[in-house]
């Protein structure tokens, strides 16, 4: 495919330099459906990220788009704060019936606002006001988003950075197979809770990503997250679970945690809550833990009904009958088998694998080398991203409701590109 960068148009002269995607994908897209974007000179794209994993569903999915059409049609509440509303209680309707009690989870549900960002804030807000503690503990090569008190419980340097200020009241511990097994699980942790001379204040909770999406794919085992709840458990403190990419639906359950077989005391969800790309996030938490006065957490934009209407349409469409985590599992399969083939064709090259679900990641030990692999991907018709603290994972991200065909041609393109960045 023979691309010709977009001129020196309104981006480049009035949008801030802080643009990243579009310099990876130097197109200007103007149509979507399904696993496929179109740019405006006629150029199609198969789509390996999904939006950041926000369109967990593909582009514009039909049965999403028609319940948003007819809602707006019929002049549906667009924005109505934390006003009860039509649109709200049959989302909350769906969300209890369909996905929180067939896993007996007695969650409450908050709406904290519109972006992921914003439901950590107010998990973190809520387990400090709860505890009465101001510490909270996060992992190795965390993402948790880009407001202050989500930067200071993330790891990447790059992004700490931009905050401007000292970022506090974060401890990071080490994460799953940080020492490559050679540490035995939170011995560092406990110890430093237990001695009174480690200079670590009691955390009021502890938050993490089953599998750290932005941090390289880095895939936590059921055990240790079962062995971190229990090291909560017994020290008093909360564990929040951050789904906000790895949540509905993308490692094969609706939460990520499912598998270990944990109850976090707090979760939070965005991105393709809403099913449609449409702004949206939860804060969700048992009921013992909703001491909020009325007003407390507030803003503008947390009852986005449009998103309501898609969100619910999700859940009645692709989780009522249990068939989206097993085509998931499917789907996994055939990237682990596809990733292994270019492993065993790439030996002795520093190249491995890992993930969950429809969440892969393929690292190398010469870095630059998985952006290269981007870069060829685009040229030939593939959305890749990188991640990872320097870039050196191959992020795939593909929707939910990829086809089998649609995978096999974004891994062959995939393998291709691996090769001719050999």
Excluded at 360 to 367: C, N, P, T
Aim: negative net charge; aromatic residues 10%.
């Amino acid at each position: 495919m023979t691309i010709t960068p977009p001129a020196l148009s309104v981006f480049e002269t009035l949008e801030s330099e802080v643009r990243s995607y579009c310099r990876s994908w130097p197109a200007v897209f103007d149509r979507a459906q399904g696993s496929y974007l179109h740019d405006e000179d006629g150029h199609t794209y198969l789509d390996f990220f999904a939006g950041a994993g926000s369109l967990n569903y593909g582009h514009n999915n039909p049965v999403l788009k028609r319940a948003l059409i007819d809602y707006i049609e019929r002049d549906g509440i667009t924005h109505g704060l934390d006003m009860a509303t039509t649109a709200k209680r049959a989302f909350l309707e769906s969300f209890e019936n369909v996905i929180l009690r067939p896993r007996d989870l007695p969650y409450k549900v908050m709406f904290p606002g519109p972006t992921g960002t914003n439901a950590v804030e107010s998990a973190l807000k809520l387990a400090r006001k709860v505890k009465g503690r101001e510490s909270v503990v996060s992992f190795t090569n965390a993402f948790h988003g880009m407001s202050l008190g989500s930067l200071a419980v993330t790891g990447n340097a790059f992004k700490r950075a931009g905050a401007g200020i000292p970022l506090v009241h974060g401890t990071p511990m080490p994460f799953d197979n940080y020492f490559d097994g050679q540490v035995p699980d939170f011995i560092w942790f406990e110890r430093l809770l237990q001695d009174q001379g480690s200079g670590l204040n009691k955390p009021a909770a502890v938050i993490v990503e089953t599998v750290q999406g932005e941090g390289g794919i880095n895939v936590a085992r059921a055990e240790w997250l079962r062995a971190l709840q229990d090291l909560c458990h017994r020290q008093d403190m909360l564990l929040i679970v951050d789904d906000i990419q790895m949540g509905c639906g993308r490692t094969g359950g609706f939460f990520s945690f499912e598998e270990a077989g944990i109850t976090p005391d707090i979760v939070t969800l965005s991105k393709s809550i809403s099913g449609y790309g449409l702004p949206m996030s939860l804060c969700l938490f048992k009921p013992e833990l909703d001491i909020w006065e009325p007003g407390e957490h507030n803003g503008t934009f947390r009852g986005n009904n449009p998103a309501f209407v898609t969100a619910a349409a999700a859940l009645n469409t692709y989780w009522a009958d249990g068939q989206m985590e097993k085509q998931t599992l499917a789907r996994g399969e055939q990237i682990e088998r596809a990733l292994l083939a270019i492993v065993d064709e790439n030996d002795g090259a520093g190249v491995s694998f890992r993930g969950r679900g429809l969440v892969w990641g393929l690292e190398f030990e010469d870095k630059p080398r998985a952006s290269a692999i981007c870069a060829r991907a685009f040229e030939l018709g593939l959305l890749l991203e990188t991640s990872g603290p320097e870039g050196e994972v191959v992020k795939l991200l593909p929707a939910l409701t990829v086809s089998p065909e649609e995978l096999d041609e974004g891994l062959r393109i995939l393998a291709r590109s691996v090769r001719e960045t050999a």
